[in-house]
């Protein structure tokens, strides 16, 4: 699965480099829907950090994907898998906002970073309950694209 999540990565950079954003949506996809997640103006934990105590970590799909909606966005796409979800938003938070944002949830989710990517205007980071490719995990890619950045959310359980 792990092998799984680095690939799915790595192909999420490509589109959003090569599309300037998000994907056409599928057939399971939804309308636009406004976030009501909190500002990213707070300071972020560093991502070497132990995560803070902040309660019980995410045991489902759902959960984690409802812990993960980036500030001040709206939905885009919501495509399911038997294997996962794939969410894309548009955020108007600037990218090092919403990197901060995502460092700090990840570690008060109590979630493991298991790699990061960071080139010009894209910062992307993989994580999961543990580094061993078990459990729940995904990846957070985020591009700048103008006047709003683009978030590209994809979760997977591993067995």
Partial sequence: MRSQRTMLLGVLLVVLAACGGPAASSAESTAVEPSTAASASEPAASM?????????????????????VPP???QLTRTETPQGVLVAYES????PDLKAYYA????????????????????????????TGTGLGGTVAIQ???????VVVTLAEGS
Wanted: no cysteine.
């Fill in 48 to 68: 070497a950090e132990s995560p803070d105590d902040g309660g019980p970590a995410p045991t489902s799909i759902e959960e984690l994907e409802d812990a993960l």
């Fill in 72 to 74: 001040k966005s709206n």
């Fill in 92 to 95: 108007t938070d600037i990218v």
């Fill in 144 to 150: 700048n694209a103008g006047d709003v950045s683009n």
């Fill in 104 to 131: 700090q949830k990840i570690a008060e989710l109590g979630m493991t970073v298991i790699t990061t990517n960071e080139a010009a205007n894209t910062w992307a980071v993989a994580f999961g309950t543990d580094n």
